[in-house]
């Protein structure tokens, strides 16, 4: 029986020489894939975050291969140690302790030092708390910026809102317990009312997704303490876009331009400022004119 799925073998082979980088759970433990979990049975070692958190995982999976840690502080260290293990045609696979290795977890400068090496570094995809909170907030996911874990000081917090505050895409943030009422308070104070979601303890027993402005969110959490408890992705939605610029009324503007200036002049400039078809704003300009 043929196990290919657009073009993909099914089989999970591990590679000689390369360095998987593996998604976990973000919270329920089912939320892994299947070539995840044959990847890191197969692989000679894994290197975690926390190899006693990730215990949990490979005892639920049955997965026996030895572990090493691999965390800030001793990342730069492991570098030349897994080059070495690679170079002996080991196979290793990099988790964390949820989600995707790298995205606000360690690993980037192992995968940077390992490609510029040349060795082969292959992703496992899988859940992270960015792509899940987004999948259900509700605002636009067209173009989003992801900004990891704000500042801890409300000094440095309002200085990196403050230079976001005309992005016109959605912002996406990762945010503690313990500062989730600063930073939305001092989110109201810089973005004044935008509509923002948070999504609290994703995939978990109390997953919450709050939408609202910034003041009503902020007014829930002070009106409910469990509210504050647990993890969060912070997501405010973007600066006005071009369409409420589009809704300015197209005919007004231009007969206000026509006072001024030409058709040909009028018609570029609202068709600049709008985005709607110039020759048909040029034709509207003459019947303006001429009435
Ligand atoms: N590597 C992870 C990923 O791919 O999402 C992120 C690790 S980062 C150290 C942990 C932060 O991610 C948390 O403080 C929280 O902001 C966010 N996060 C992780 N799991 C979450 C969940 N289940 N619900 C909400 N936010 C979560």
């Known amino acids: 029986m043929s196990n290919d799925f657009m073009g993909q073998s099914e089989n999970t082979i591990s590679e000689a020489g390369c360095l998987y980088i593996v998604a976990t759970p973000i919270g329920n433990i089912e939320d892994i894939s299947t070539r995840a979990v044959n990847m890191l049975k197969q692989v000679d070692l894994i290197a975690a975050e926390d190899t006693r958190h990730s215990q949990r995982l490979c005892q639920h999976y049955a997965i026996s291969t030895p572990m090493i840690s691999l965390h800030d502080h001793n ?13 002996n045609g080991q196979s290793i696979a990099l988790i964390s302790d949820a989600g995707t290795p790298l995205i606000s977890d360690p690993g980037f400068k192992l995968v940077r030092e390992l490609r510029l090496k040349g060795y082969k570094v292959s992703p496992i995809p899988g859940p992270s708390a ?35 505050a005309n992005r016109e895409e959605t912002l996406v943030f990762y945010e503690s317990s313990h500062r989730i009422m600063a930073s939305l308070e001092d989110a109201l104070t810089i973005f004044g009312s935008r509509q923002a979601v948070i999504a609290r303890e994703l995939t978990k027993n109390y997953e919450t997704i709050l939408s609202g402005d910034l003041q009503q969110l902020l007014e829930t959490l002070e009106t409910d303490h469990n509210q504050t408890k647990g993890e969060f992705v912070l997501m405010i939605s973007g600066a006005a876009r071009a369409e409420s610029v589009n809704s300015v009324d197209s005919e007004s503007l231009l007969k206000e331009l026509l006072v001024e200036l030409p058709p040909n002049k009028a018609s570029k400039i609202v068709a600049k400022i709008t985005g709607k078809n110039k020759k048909e704003l040029y034709n509207l300009a003459l019947e303006l004119k001429a009435k």
């Open 130 to 164: 960015i792509i899940t909170a987004l999948s259900v907030a509700g605002l636009p996911t067209d173009s989003f910026s992801f900004f990891g874990f704000l500042p801890a000081k409300s000094g440095s917090r309002k200085q990196k809102y403050q230079s976001l």
């Open 75 to 87: 990342e730069e260290a492991r570098i030349q140690q897994l080059a070495t293990k690679l170079d």
